[in-house]
């Protein structure tokens, strides 16, 4: 496709559920980043791959938070047991080599109940 | 850690006033700086960047200079537009090139601006 395309759009999950959202980036984007959105707020990072590598993982703020890139293509972010806190939007971006313009998909707006 | 912000909103102007919009940041690193813009109902997307000292920005009439002495990043356009309405996102990459190479973004909090006609 032309741009970074998350699924689904739209997620509504009952209290310790699991939940995967996918991500898929731009054809032949080495780069990878997930972000959080709080409403009313700015995106705040969670996660980074180069590749199928994850360099680094420093913004999931808990353990119940995984994502992976097994491929190098496609990337999904895992979250156990939700909480009510998890709500949010969840952003994912990708960009060609570090330090190049990241793309922003839609977003995927998970509401915990 | 890096930081970022920008003036609170929402910011109300009538068709063709000027607009600024303050952004200030804290970085350990030397930052690229951006400007992001998200339109009702779309997905972010970058409005301009600066990668060093006095560069400046600018894309859709909108300008932003990379002021290293006052660790600023103010967004301005001179004319704006009912179609420029949206939620304006300040960012930085301080990517050091050490450790897991990261650069994700640091946003700051976002700027609503509504532009009445």
């Known amino acids: 496709g032309a741009g970074v395309s998350q699924s689904p759009r739209y997620k509504v999950a009952k209290r310790g559920q699991d939940v995967a959202l996918r991500c898929d980036p731009i054809?032949?984007?080495?780069?990878l980043f997930w972000y959080q959105q709080a409403l009313g707020q700015g995106p705040e990072f969670l996660t980074y791959f180069q590749n199928e590598a994850q360099l680094d993982k420093s913004g999931l703020p808990s353990d119940r938070f995984f994502a992976e890139r097994p491929e190098g293509s496609v990337s999904t972010l895992k979250i156990q047991r939700t909480q009510q806190e998890d709500s949010a939007v969840y952003l994912c971006?990708?960009?060609?080599?570090?330090?190049?313009?990241?793309?922003f998909g839609p977003g995927t707006r998970l509401t915990v109940l | 850690g890096d930081s970022v912000t920008q003036m609170e909103g929402p910011v109300t102007l009538s068709e063709e006033a000027f607009l600024t919009i303050n952004c200030t940041y804290t970085a350990t690193g030397y930052p690229s700086l951006f400007w992001y813009v998200q339109y009702p109902g779309e997905g972010l997307q970058l409005l301009l960047k600066a990668t060093k000292a006095d560069d400046k920005g600018s894309n859709k009439g909108f300008e932003a200079t990379y002021r290293k002495e006052t660790t600023s990043f103010h967004l301005e356009k001179g004319s704006v537009q009912v179609s420029d309405s949206a939620v304006y996102f300040c960012?930085?990459?301080?990517?050091?090139?050490?450790?897991?190479?990261?650069?994700?973004?640091?946003f700051g909090k976002g700027t609503h601006l509504i532009i009445q006609p």
């Open positions: 960012a930085l990459s301080d990517w050091s090139g050490s450790g897991g190479g990261a650069d994700g973004l640091t």
């Open positions: 971006a990708s960009s060609l080599p570090s330090g190049s313009e990241q793309f």
């Open positions: 054809s032949g984007h080495v780069s």
